[in-house]
T-cell receptor, first 113, second 115 residues
Framework: EDQVTQSPEALRLQEGESSSLNCSYT??????LFWYRQDPGKGPEFLFT???AGEEKEKERLKATLTKKESFLHITAPKPEDSATYLC??????????????FGQGTELSVKP | EAQVTQNPRYLITVTGKKLTVTCSQN?????MSWYRQDPGLGLRQIYY???????DKGDVPEGYKVSRKEKRNFPLILESPSPNQTSLYFC??????????????FGEGSRLTVL
């Protein structure tokens, strides 16, 4: 069964204090791994797609990396506006004609000034 | 502005009273999907539609119905709501050619409470 586990559940950082969020996954035939950001009262907003181990993507203070078992979302010198819940999802290939994404439970990031 | 619009955003109802949550997108996307989000369980797919008149079950379809009569609209129907359908619901869409990118466009959510 395809599964995604994110850790930690919650992370509190001081402004400028870099850290990483973890996403461990098991999937039958990885088509892609995705990171989303979700602000309170909003729908998830797409950030990155990673397709194969070794791939990296960057956007402002965020950098996503992928191995065969996990992905990391590195946050460099975060600012309070980076506070949000970050969701990881995978898309497997076996029996997945519908393009379904399997989501983790998310990491709630809080960045204090 | 490209967007996915859901209505209502908030609803409190009682067990057994049929309700419909509407979803409309203005991006001419072929693929649309419904997810529910529950604490500790994350987002789970309820139903999806690859195009007009083409729908299929996701992981948690029990108690829900959908229809896709027009490309832009994908309503979620709860024929006889029960308390275990209390949840936050999201509609999402994407161009069928870009499904593998995972770049879903989500609506802002509909918070449903069934008493």
């Amino acid at each position: 069964e395809d599964q995604v586990t994110q850790s930690p559940e919650a992370l509190r950082l001081q402004e400028g204090e870099s850290s990483s969020l973890n996403c461990s996954y098991t999937v039958s035939g990885l088509r892609g791994l995705f990171w989303y950001r979700q602000d309170p009262g909003k729908g998830p907003e797409f950030l990155f797609t990673l397709y194969s181990a070794g791939e990296e993507k960057e956007k402002e203070r965020l950098k996503a990396t992928l191995t065969k078992k996990e992905s990391f979302l590195h946050i460099t010198a975060p600012k309070p506006e980076d506070s949000a819940t970050y969701l990881c999802a995978v898309q497997g290939s076996v029996y997945n004609q519908g393009g379904k994404l399997i989501f983790g439970q998310g990491t709630e990031l809080s960045v204090k000034p | 502005e490209a967007q996915v619009t859901q209505n209502p955003r908030y609803l409190i109802t009682v067990t057994g009273k049929k309700l419909t949550v509407t979803c409309s997108q203005n991006m001419n996307h072929e693929y649309m999907s419904w997810y529910r989000q529950d604490p500790g369980l994350g987002l789970r797919q309820i139903y999806y539609s690859m195009n007009v008149e083409v729908t299929d079950k996701g992981d948690v379809p029990e108690g829900y119905k959908v229809s896709r009569k027009e490309k832009r609209n994908f309503p979620l129907i709860l024929e006889s709501p029960s308390p275990n359908q209390t949840s936050l619901y999201f509609c999402a869409s994407i161009s069928s050619g870009r499904v593998r990118t995972g770049e879903l466009f989500f609506g802002e959510g509909s918070r449903l409470t069934v008493l």
